[in-house]
């Protein structure tokens, strides 16, 4: 099954900087979420997502936009859409994007509720077609 989503080719300041962002929704609520190839792992904000006890803590570390180690915690999405993508009870990392959205005020409208990293474009064969400014995950 392939899906396409649009994204969203958001221009970061004036040195021809850009991010991706696709709509998404968490628990039936919209959100918009940020395609980072380059992050080896999925994250969502953990103030959105309740946190599940008994899971084993651990540290990620990171080299990029949120560089260093950092807390991470577990949660779980009973309902997560993109495009036409639906999954349930979903397992995520939660980590703290304080940081990241706080530069996004400074530099554009936009908020992420999450990032979308290699493990997810992974696992749906991911194709980002800019040209036509769409996502295609195949199943």
Same mark, same amino acid.
Do not use: W
């Given at each position: 099954? &392939?899906?396409?989503? $649009?994204?969203? !080719?958001? $221009? ?10 696709? &709509? @998404?929704?968490?628990?039936?609520? =919209?959100?918009?979420? +940020?395609?980072?190839?380059?992050? /080896? ?7 959105? #997502? $309740?946190?599940?006890?008994? &899971?084993?803590?651990?540290? #990620?570390?990171? /080299?990029?936009?949120? =560089?260093?180690?950092?807390?991470? =915690?577990? @949660?779980? !999405?009973?309902?997560?859409? +993109? ?10 990392? %939660? ?13 554009? /409208? ?5 990032? #979308? @990293? /290699?493990?997810? %474009? ?18």
């Amino acid at each position: 099954m &392939k899906t396409i989503i $649009p994204v969203e !080719i958001v $221009p970061l300041g004036e040195d021809e900087s850009y991010h991706l962002f696709v &709509k @998404g929704s968490i628990n039936g609520i =919209a959100c918009n979420l +940020l395609i980072d190839t380059g992050a /080896s792992q999925t994250v969502f904000d953990l103030s959105l #997502i $309740p946190k599940t006890t008994g &899971k084993r803590q651990k540290e #990620i570390q990171s /080299s990029g936009i949120l =560089a260093g180690e950092m807390e991470t =915690a577990f @949660g779980c !999405i009973n309902k997560f859409k +993109l495009g036409g993508l639906k999954c349930t009870n979903l397992e995520v990392v %939660l980590i703290d994007l304080t940081h990241v959205n706080e530069t996004y005020r400074r530099l554009s /409208s936009k908020q992420a509720a999450g990032l #979308i @990293g /290699s493990d997810f %474009l992974l696992r749906y064969n991911a194709v980002i077609n800019y040209r036509k400014r769409h996502l295609i995950l195949r199943k």
